[in-house]
T-cell receptor, first 112, second 118 residues
Framework: QQQVKQSPQSLIVQKGGISIINCAYENTAFDYFPWYQQFPGKGPALLIAIRPDVSEKKEGRFTISFNKSAKQFSLHIMDSQPGDSATYFC???????????FGRGTSLIVHP | NAGVMQNPRHLVRRRGQEARLRCSPM?????VYWYRQLPEEGLKFMVYLQKENIIDESGMPKERFSAEFPKEGPSILRIQQVVRGDSAAYFC????????????????FGPGTRLTVT
């Protein structure tokens, strides 16, 4: 059973455009939602994270939007750049748990 | 401060052989986690270790897989009698604090070992 569903599987965006990746979860006990960025040949790196007490968190060009009632959250990358080309994973965990449940990932390509 | 180091980066084994994957956590980190990533899949938790202790191995296959984190030296994930289905990327992560004190995201990942079983 996949507890965190991520879409799309792949995404192509032009430089300067907005990249949007969506995730939906099932377990209402989840209360921490990180996003990871992974470049080819590298390990995942924490990009940005949100807790359900806020509906939005912004760090630079990266924004997480969170909809608790719909059990959905999304990553928006504004002014996408070729250097943003990577695989992005959403994840969810229960407070205090060290075992995040990962989505399947989205391969983002930003064309120059 | 060097990051999490894993070696080898690539490992090729024939079916039935043993695979040993090594992970050196970041300096000052005494908590290590192993994950497996299958093609086009997210990371799946395998095991959480502290020095000389296995804290949680709920994600570890019951047979052929074992992990250790000795007092001295790197953490080792060992796969005996490998099969083709073991082909995957294996990532190690480390953290400076006990897992329950983390917000959930402060794990630092290594570059991974890509295991290919022929």
């Amino acid at each position: 059973q996949q507890q965190v569903k991520q879409s799309p599987q792949s995404l192509i965006v032009q430089k300067g455009g907005i990249s949007i990746i969506n995730c939906a979860y099932e377990n209402t006990a989840f209360d921490y939602f990180p996003w990871y960025q992974q470049f080819p040949g590298k390990g995942p790196a924490l990009l940005i994270a949100i807790r359900p007490d806020v509906s939005e968190k912004k760090e630079g060009r990266f924004t997480i939007s969170f909809n608790k009632s719909a059990k959905q959250f999304s990553l928006h990358i504004m002014d996408s750049q070729p250097g943003d080309s990577a695989t992005y994973f959403c994840a969810a965990s229960i407070g205090g748990s060290y075992i995040p449940t990962f989505g399947r990932g989205t391969s983002l390509i930003v064309h120059p | 401060n060097a990051g999490v180091m894993q070696n080898p980066r690539h490992l090729v084994r024939r079916r039935g052989q043993e695979a040993r994957l090594r992970c050196s956590p970041m300096k000052g980190h005494s908590h290590v986690y192993w994950y497996r990533q299958l093609p086009e899949e997210g990371l799946k938790f395998m095991v959480y270790l502290q020095k000389e202790n296995i804290i949680d191995e709920s994600g570890m296959p019951k047979e052929r897989f074992s992990a250790e984190f000795p007092k001295e030296g790197p953490s080792i994930l060992r796969i005996q009698q490998v099969v083709r289905g073991d082909s995957a990327a294996y990532f190690c992560a480390s953290s400076p604090l006990p897992a329950l004190e983390l917000a959930g995201g402060e794990q630092y990942f290594g570059p991974g070992t890509r295991l290919t079983v022929t």
